[in-house]
């Protein structure tokens, strides 16, 4: 088969996850809506109420679903490729300690504080780029993602820095969206148990309604979970699995900036936009106050007075001796050994 048909297959078997999402929640309308409140439910403020709230929930499930699927992954910009001239210097040259020192000299005037575990500068051979701080190439997209956290087949897109918040929310309503339909569904769930509902083929879509949803819920809740956990810390994915190198070494934390901070830059500032899926993250992406460098010097005084104790903590516990370094300047501050 032709790699072009073969590439238009394996892009075609990316949407299945999709599909059968879809299908699950087209089934779970028809069960709730039309089985269960429209030929169950004899209560008619009952049957209202629980179509009022179920179609809330669905609804911003569905807005929050619809964008993660459908945001464009966050790539890095011009400024990030090589220069023609070093691009084709880079290319012609062999020796790879030569192909670093081309980069070094690009790379000292981007905002990058990560490198790779050698102490190399980060560059993308596909892309010919040198990669911001957190973002990574996805082989499926076949792009550099900008804070990629993953690739989700569930949402056939990558997770990063442009749907991020979409994804938390996403988790969040298909949560709740189980949450509604167990909650009401249960008492007819034990009615069909108990054998007082009547005859029909009803019974049997409330029964697997309540089974699935439940299924869902826990399998989502745990997911967002982890999530909420990764927001608090400031890490992705990723990062857990592979902490970001740094000029001082690898720091799994290097990008906290405390629990509220950390929320601040997925959810932005202005709380109202929070449980709602619109962009409002900080930043561009690009470049992230981390709690190394970056850190503005008016700025340092506060968060090393917050950081206090548990610098000293870390101090005291790892036994290691620290410096200061300010530059008034460039707003750059540094921790070392
Ligand atoms: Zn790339
Ligand atoms: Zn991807």
Redesign the pocket.
């Known amino acids: 088969m032709a790699p072009q048909a073969l590439r238009c297959c394996k892009r075609a078997l990316n949407w299945l996850p999709v599909v059968f999402v879809n299908l699950v929640v087209g089934w779970s309308y028809y069960a709730y809506v039309v089985e269960l409140c429209v030929f169950t439910i004899s209560n008619h403020a009952e049957r209202i109420s629980y179509l009022v709230i179920f179609h809330i929930f669905l609804m911003m499930f569905i807005w929050s679903y619809w964008r993660t699927i459908w945001s464009v992954p966050a790539s890095p910009s011009q400024a990030f490729s090589l220069p023609r001239a070093e691009k084709e210097l880079y290319e012609r040259e062999e020796r790879a300690e030569m192909q670093q020192e081309i980069l070094k000299k690009v790379a000292r005037n981007l905002p990058v504080y990560t490198r790779m575990p050698d102490g190399g500068i980060r560059y ?1 051979k ?2 010919q ?1 040198i990669k911001p701080d957190r973002c990574h ?1 996805c082989s499926t997209c076949e ?2 993602v900008l804070k990629m956290d993953h690739h989700c087949p569930w949402v056939n897109n990558c997770v990063g820095f442009s749907n991020y918040k979409f994804f938390i929310l996403f988790l969040t309503y298909a949560s709740l969206y189980c949450l509604v339909i167990c909650a009401t569904v249960t008492q007819y769930f034990i009615k069909f148990w108990t054998k007082k509902l009547p005859d029909t083929h009803a019974r049997f879509h409330i029964l697997f309604l309540f089974f699935v949803a439940a299924l869902f819920f826990i399998s989502i809740v745990s997911l967002l979970s982890y999530h909420l956990w990764l927001v608090g810390k400031n890490r992705t994915t990723i990062e857990t699995f592979s902490a970001p190198v740094f000029t001082n070494g690898r720091d799994k934390s290097g990008f906290s900036l405390g629990c509220s901070r950390n929320v601040t830059e997925v959810f932005g500032d202005q709380a109202k936009y929070w449980m709602l899926p619109v962009f409002s993250s900080q930043g561009d992406g690009h470049s992230f106050v981390t709690r190394l460098v970056h850190i503005d010097p008016e700025q340092a005084n506060s968060v090393l007075q917050q950081n206090g104790k548990r610098w000293r903590w870390m101090l005291g516990g790892r036994g290691d001796q620290m410096a200061i370094r300010f530059n008034g300047n460039t707003g750059i501050i540094g921790f070392s050994n």
């Open positions: 993308c596909p892309c780029l190439h792009r550099c």
